[in-house]
């Protein structure tokens, strides 16, 4: 591979191709000196000399080589390969003369056909132009010539290719406009390609000493439904709320699999083969979840290799689900009371815990009349240390009466009791003296 020095390596190889070429035969054809440069069309001499100038004026990425020797770190970050820099270059030969008529044309004639005779750089040709023979003194050429020497343009894999590219009229107008300088008799060639690569040190991995292919039937599973279990011998209901200690009936297709690991919030559970189907699985929620949105998802772990061992396989669709908080017992009241109006803190308990950061607002609405209602966004709540479920919120501008007690944590909310008989909310509650 080359180095960062090829590009100019190029344009230089193809500098001494014009000189060696096109100079010699119309010195010969015409009489005429000329010269040959590669400079920004407004930097060339405005004498109007006999030239021919060489412009790279745009580098593109090469498309086929583009993506070559990817990845270049592996997943701790490691440098694992040299990836090349595959570049295509775009240059415009233009004519210069101050001398007769249809000198300019003969310039760019002679011009064009070298390029096409030569439409691929031989590494010869390269060397000869890069890597003067011994007999030549490096310390007499320039110090940019010198570092040319260096840049592996003839080792590289691919050999350099020159392609003439079409512009329209408005596309090499535009390109004159942004040099800012006069146009002149013009042809457009793309080289390719430039393949310029790092000389980091990496790391490898030590050769794979046995292959194993494996041909596995491909079931994803899928989750279509969950169900909610609150306890031991209790029914089974939609859209029945979700809380700590409830199991998740899982319903779907495609379940069963060499193992089957359950990440509900992100923690992985492995559930009884007893509770396995292909349509359904029943799994308990582990301790330690958040009250709020939470996620699961069946994953199957694939046992492959000598000796067998289980590897991550297919994963299922992840389904969303609230995990409610529930208040476990009737809130009491600490606080005064003036004129009526109560001021002080509520404790209640509350499953699952409370963590820090979470958002939560307690909801109250009078028993006796639906005048009294009152919401409290509670910012910055102390919590104990550990976190428990017992906690205090605090309150203020209370009327006094007996109140149902709701509490939000992260947008879900707790549940209230019905009195089986009147339908009538009935729990949990707090008395306001």
């Given at each position: 591979?080359?180095?960062?020095?090829?590009?100019?390596?190029?344009?230089q190889v193809l500098k001494?191709?014009?000189?060696?070429?096109?100079?010699?035969?119309?010195?010969?054809?015409?009489?005429?000196?000329?010269?040959?440069?590669?400079?920004?069309?407004?930097?060339?001499?405005?004498?109007?000399?006999?030239?021919?100038?060489?412009?790279?004026?745009?580098?593109?990425?090469?498309?086929?080589?583009?993506?070559?020797?990817?990845?270049?770190?592996?997943?701790?970050g490691d440098r694992v390969g040299n990836p090349p820099l595959a570049l295509d270059l775009h240059y415009?030969?233009?004519?210069?003369?101050?001398?007769?008529?249809?000198?300019?044309?003969?310039?760019?004639?002679?011009?064009?056909?070298?390029?096409?005779?030569?439409?691929?750089?031989?590494?010869?040709?390269?060397?000869?132009?890069?890597?003067?023979p011994d007999s030549v003194d490096l310390a007499a050429l320039p110090p940019l010539l010198q570092a040319l020497s260096v840049t592996g343009l003839a080792d590289q894999i691919e050999l350099i290719k020159i392609?003439?590219?079409?512009?329209?009229?408005?596309?090499?107008?535009?390109?004159?406009?942004?040099?800012?300088?006069?146009?002149?008799?013009?042809?457009?060639?793309?080289?390719?390609?430039?393949?310029?690569?790092?000389?980091?040190?990496?790391?490898?991995?030590?050769?794979?000493?046995?292959?194993?292919?494996?041909?596995?039937?491909?079931?994803?599973?899928?989750?279509n439904e969950i169900n909610s279990i609150p306890g031991a011998g209790e029914p089974i209901l939609t859209n029945q709320l979700i809380f700590s200690g409830s199991s998740l009936l899982l319903k779907g297709t495609q379940f069963m699999g060499?193992?089957?690991?359950?990440?509900?919030?992100?923690?992985?559970?492995?559930?009884?083969?007893?509770?396995?189907?292909d349509t359904k699985i029943q799994v308990q929620l582990p301790p330690g979840l958040?009250?709020?949105?939470?996620?699961?998802?069946?994953?199957?772990?694939?046992?492959?290799?000598?000796?067998?061992?289980?590897?991550?396989?297919v994963s299922s669709n992840v389904q969303?689900?609230?995990?409610?908080?529930?208040?476990?017992?009737?809130?009491v009241a600490n606080g005064t009371t003036t004129a009526g109006i109560f001021k002080g803190g509520i404790a209640i308990k509350v499953s699952p815990v409370i963590m820090y950061n979470q958002a939560v607002r307690l909801l109250l609405n009078d028993l006796s009349t639906a005048n009294n209602a009152?919401?409290?966004?509670?910012?910055?709540?102390?919590?104990?240390?550990?976190?428990?479920?017992?906690?205090?919120?605090?309150?203020?501008?209370v009327a006094s009466g007996t109140y149902l007690i709701r509490i939000q944590v992260d947008s879900a909310e707790s549940q209230l009791l019905v009195n089986i008989n009147t339908g009538q909310y009935n729990g949990p509650k707090v008395l306001i003296p």
């Amino acid at each position: 591979m080359s180095s960062a020095l090829a590009i100019a390596g190029v344009t230089q190889v193809l500098k001494d191709l014009l000189n060696d070429g096109v100079v010699n035969k119309i010195t010969t054809a015409t009489g005429a000196t000329v010269n040959v440069t590669a400079l920004p069309p407004d930097l060339v001499d405005a004498n109007e000399k006999s030239q021919l100038n060489l412009y790279m004026y745009q580098a593109t990425f090469n498309q086929g080589w583009r993506n070559e020797g990817l990845p270049a770190y592996n997943n701790r970050g490691d440098r694992v390969g040299n990836p090349p820099l595959a570049l295509d270059l775009h240059y415009l030969l233009s004519a210069y003369t101050g001398g007769p008529q249809l000198h300019t044309e003969i310039l760019l004639g002679y011009g064009m056909q070298l390029f096409h005779e030569n439409a691929v750089l031989s590494r010869d040709a390269i060397n000869l132009s890069l890597n003067p023979p011994d007999s030549v003194d490096l310390a007499a050429l320039p110090p940019l010539l010198q570092a040319l020497s260096v840049t592996g343009l003839a080792d590289q894999i691919e050999l350099i290719k020159i392609t003439p590219e079409i512009m329209n009229p408005e596309e090499m107008s535009k390109l004159w406009t942004a040099f800012s300088a006069k146009y002149r008799p013009t042809a457009a060639y793309k080289v390719s390609v430039v393949l310029i690569q790092s000389t980091q040190p990496t790391k490898t991995s030590l050769p794979v000493q046995e292959r194993k292919i494996y041909a596995i039937p491909f079931f994803k599973p899928v989750i279509n439904e969950i169900n909610s279990i609150p306890g031991a011998g209790e029914p089974i209901l939609t859209n029945q709320l979700i809380f700590s200690g409830s199991s998740l009936l899982l319903k779907g297709t495609q379940f069963m699999g060499d193992q089957v690991v359950i990440t509900i919030g992100g923690i992985d559970i492995i559930p009884s083969i007893d509770d396995i189907s292909d349509t359904k699985i029943q799994v308990q929620l582990p301790p330690g979840l958040k009250a709020g949105l939470q996620s699961v998802q069946v994953v199957h772990n694939l046992l492959i290799g000598s000796p067998p061992a289980l590897h991550k396989g297919v994963s299922s669709n992840v389904q969303a689900f609230v995990l409610s908080p529930l208040i476990i017992a009737d809130g009491v009241a600490n606080g005064t009371t003036t004129a009526g109006i109560f001021k002080g803190g509520i404790a209640i308990k509350v499953s699952p815990v409370i963590m820090y950061n979470q958002a939560v607002r307690l909801l109250l609405n009078d028993l006796s009349t639906a005048n009294n209602a009152y919401v409290f966004d509670i910012q910055g709540l102390i919590l104990s240390s550990p976190p428990g479920e017992d906690i205090s919120i605090p309150v203020h501008d209370v009327a006094s009466g007996t109140y149902l007690i709701r509490i939000q944590v992260d947008s879900a909310e707790s549940q209230l009791l019905v009195n089986i008989n009147t339908g009538q909310y009935n729990g949990p509650k707090v008395l306001i003296p």
